[in-house]
């Protein structure tokens, strides 16, 4: 978290109270509404940081303004059904200033996934599994898995009958709330609230925009793209299946990404290799405890070919699906 900007055009009925994070195209803060006094979170984009399209022809007319209101034009899509209001932010207000535009929406829990991940990876209450280094890796509840990845499938379908391709599902823009402890399961949590914040990289089925050329796309994303998105071949809604096929060998795993094999650092070479030819093993040592059916539905995800790949209306309609499936007391940490 960063210290609070010396200035920030907010209007009267806010007030800021905490800077969260600031980035180059955007930086994100926490409010307050004076006449409530009920939180808001604050997504500031700043304009001047945009590439300029009619000087870059790449960006396909792609400037900070049209990014802005295609994301806001989402968000309205978005908030019209229940699930859809757990999952996604609800846009207040938004204002514009000469360099940027501000969007108000409720208050959103800055706990990302990975975070999540990291802080259970060093928990006491979380189950060790021994590698081959007799390095111990310590892995999330595979009950808090099953929640947060029914709650992201519910999302995500609904996103795609709305025709809406969200294109960045990465552990970074979702946001995570665990609430409590289950007194049946120790090391799980009583309820988990699951929130994808970013839709700026959101697109409308049918886009042919190249993902690399957007203005916003970065290399830290590509561990979770699918093949035909990296290649600039056309895409749709597929692309974010296989994004969740990699969300959940990760968060199965204990953090672990199924593309990258060079211990010593990222080698790109490798990863888009297997990447394009959808290369990936279950290693023995993470995976020897998960279920055959969490297993299955990652390879359904993760199929080459998008027309191959599982949507997340037919997860949701699977019967006995591992997703749902409610631990018993003292089970192991089996996934």
């Avoid at 009925?13 to 604050?42: E, N, P």
């Avoid at 945009?50 to 900070?64: A, I, K, L, T, V």
Wanted: glycine share 6%; aromatic share 8%; net charge negative.
């Amino acid at each position: 978290m960063t210290n609070l900007p010396l200035s920030l055009s907010l209007p009267l009925s806010l007030s800021l109270s905490l800077s969260l994070s600031k980035g180059l195209h955007h930086s994100t803060f926490v409010g307050c509404a004076r006449a409530s006094g009920d939180k808001v979170s604050i997504k500031e984009h700043h304009l001047k940081h945009y590439p300029n399209p009619h000087r870059d022809q790449r960006f396909n007319g792609d400037d900070g303004e049209s990014i802005v209101v295609r994301e806001v034009l989402f968000l309205a899509r978005l908030s019209k059904h229940a699930i859809a209001t757990n999952t996604f932010p609800q846009l207040k207000e938004m204002f514009v200033t000469d360099e940027s535009i501000f969007l108000i929406t409720n208050y959103v829990d800055p706990f990302r996934l990975t975070h999540f991940i990291d802080i259970q990876k060093t928990s006491k209450a979380m189950s060790t599994y021994v590698t081959s280094n007799d390095n111990k890796v310590k892995k999330l509840h595979s009950y808090d898995v099953k929640r947060i990845a029914l709650s992201l499938f519910q999302a995500i379908a609904f996103a795609h009958e709305q025709q809406i391709i969200l294109r960045d599902l990465s552990p970074q823009n979702i946001m995570i709330r665990r609430n409590g402890n289950d007194p049946t399961l120790p090391g799980a949590a009583a309820s988990i609230d699951v929130m994808i914040v970013d839709l700026s990289l959101a697109v409308n089925e049918g886009s042919l925009q190249v993902l690399s050329d957007h203005p916003l796309f970065d290399w830290n994303m590509v561990p979770y793209l699918s093949p035909e998105a990296l290649l600039g071949h056309p895409y749709g809604t597929a692309m974010d299946m296989w994004t969740m096929g990699v969300l959940l060998y990760v968060m199965l795993s204990g953090g672990l990404l199924p593309f990258e094999e060079d211990e010593q650092g990222r080698d790109d070479h490798v990863l888009v290799s297997n990447i394009t030819g959808a290369q990936f093993v279950f290693y023995g040592e993470l995976f020897n405890d998960v279920d055959m059916e969490a297993k299955s539905l990652i390879k359904s995800c993760l199929r080459l070919d998008s027309k191959d790949r599982i949507t997340a209306k037919q997860v949701l309609k699977l019967k006995q699906s591992w997703l749902t499936e409610k631990e018993k007391e003292n089970k192991s940490f089996k996934g």
